[in-house]
């Protein structure tokens, strides 16, 4: 086999891997010390390293907070529903020192639990399509304050945002809170894990949502959090520890800050322990249009994050 055919064949994932099969199995067959067995021992391992690589994307740079600076090791990239535009998708990707999984990435809570058992530092991003919106949450085991922020962030330089693929660098982005300055600098690329489907059931529009439960549980939620009435959130919220003590009630009055007026469940549909909402309201005095999922887990229905800003 000429190496350019070698190079085609590792052009995808799956190709790749029947490419290593056939290696080994040619290479069983050769003698030892044969030159052309030495060969594929060696494409063998190139296979092995661009299909890993491809896998698991690069990230170089760094985040300083104030004068700690925390080099970033890992990347995780997944594909979201678009925060403002339920028929459009974005890309979440985080930038960190130590990793975050795919399914605590899609929790956006998750990486506050990875912050809350320590020694964690890292960004969140999320960039609409077409760059229509981006987003960043700061993350440090070794500072209390949780930094967010959104707009053009023209030092966030994309070379390309495609549906399988991100890559794109952060020049020099520093912005003051409370006396803290941040400071970061990233390169970044890698390949996008779409979210699989969820099957759906029957779909009821206007006044017929309320006939389901999951619909009638999430918006007891958002008028409980509306009013900060704390035993009904722990009630009904998927970590109930989140809401605890002191730090309970700032995490509700964050959640105030965020929670859209107006709002209204337009459609939704239930199919087994998971049900689809398609969401509206009134947020900084735009209309919006979210779509998402609830969980029923141990028969209790929540969304995947109790934070409307985080689903």
Known sequence: MRPSTAVHFLSRKSEGLRFIFQILRWGLLMEPSTPLRSLLTFALLLAVNCISGSAQGTVTGSLKIGEQRYGLKHITAVRVPNTFDANKKATRLSLSDLPVTEEALRDPMGVARLKGKGGFHGVVLEIGDERSYISMNIWSSDHDIIVSMSGTMDEVTLASQTSTQITGKIEDLEKTFSDTTFKLSSEFSAPLQEQPEAPKGATKTGSAVSELESVRVYLAMRKAVRAADMKTIQKLARYPQDFEGADG???????????????????????????????????????????????????????????????
């Open 249 to 311: 009630q700032k995490f509700v009055k964050l959640m105030q800050s965020e929670e859209p007026l107006n709002i209204e469940v337009v459609e939704a549909s239930e199919s087994g322990d998971t049900a689809s909402l398609t969401v509206t309201g009134t947020l900084e005095g735009k209309a919006i249009r979210r779509s998402f999922q609830m969980q029923k887990k141990e028969g209790k229905w929540s969304t995947n994050n109790d934070n409307w800003e985080a689903n």
